[in-house]
């Protein structure tokens, strides 16, 4: 069965400093991989996604991923914090097999101090 | 295009009655699946349907629940006699196609309170 780990419920970084959000994965085979951002009392917001070709993948709001096959990470990243990065992010995994549905992780708060 | 819409935004029940939470997908979307988010918890999965038919029903609860997709209007996720434990935020996303390598579009959610 497949698997999202996010290690850290709560990240917390200045403005202007870079920000890191942990997630690993367990899946048979590749994964599809995504990240999403949920704002309090709102949906979730499709962020980037990994499906093949380069490791390192750009998404919006500046952020981006990179997909670490040997660590089985993908892990998200920005260079530089904004205090409205602040929300609850999500990384989710599907396999390529099709027959599954996208499992989530349980979410880190991101906290971004002034 | 809109996107994808659920209703009501707020529910609340007392034990024991029934809740219907109600999601239109995005135009052009046939595919649409249901989540639920537990306090503290990120979301599960519950069932994905398309039109008419129930694909994967692997994370619904075998008593009290389901979920429909007819061939027109949204499609319906139903609670019968509602507990407290069913207190949660409900979400709806949807697809153009199936399981695949597109990324799944979410509503607002529906939060539903039982007293």
Not at chain 1, 8 to 17: K, L, M, P, R, Y
Not at chain 1, 67 to 82: C, D, E, I, R, V
Not at chain 1, 102 to 107: A, D, M, P, T, W
């Amino acid at each position: 069965a497949q698997s999202v780990a996010q290690p850290e419920d709560q990240v917390n970084v200045a403005e202007g400093n870079p920000l890191t959000v942990k997630c690993t994965y367990s899946v048979s085979g590749n994964p599809y991989l995504f990240w999403y951002v949920q704002y309090p009392n709102r949906g979730l917001q499709f962020l980037l996604k990994y499906i093949t070709g380069d490791n390192l993948v750009k998404g919006s709001y500046g952020f981006e991923a990179e997909f670490n096959k040997s660590q089985t990470s993908f892990h998200l990243k920005k260079p530089s914090a904004l205090v409205s990065d602040s929300a609850l992010y999500f990384c989710a995994v599907r396999d390529r097999s099709g027959n599954t549905p996208l499992v989530f992780g349980k979410g880190t708060r991101l906290s971004v101090i002034a | 295009n809109a996107g994808v819409m659920q209703n009501p935004r707020h529910l609340v029940r007392r034990r024991g009655q029934e809740a219907r939470l109600r999601c239109s997908p995005m135009k052009g979307h046939s595919h649409v699946y249901w989540y639920r988010q537990l306090p503290e918890e990120g979301l599960k999965f519950m069932v994905y349907l398309q039109k008419e038919n129930i694909i994967d029903e692997s994370g619904m609860p075998k008593e009290r629940f389901s979920a429909e997709f007819p061939k027109e209007g949204p499609s319906i996720l139903r609670i019968q006699q509602v507990v407290r434990g069913d207190s949660a935020a409900y979400f709806c996303a949807s697809s153009p196609a199936g399981h695949n390598t597109g990324e799944l579009f979410f509503g607002e959610g529906s939060r539903l309170t039982v007293l």
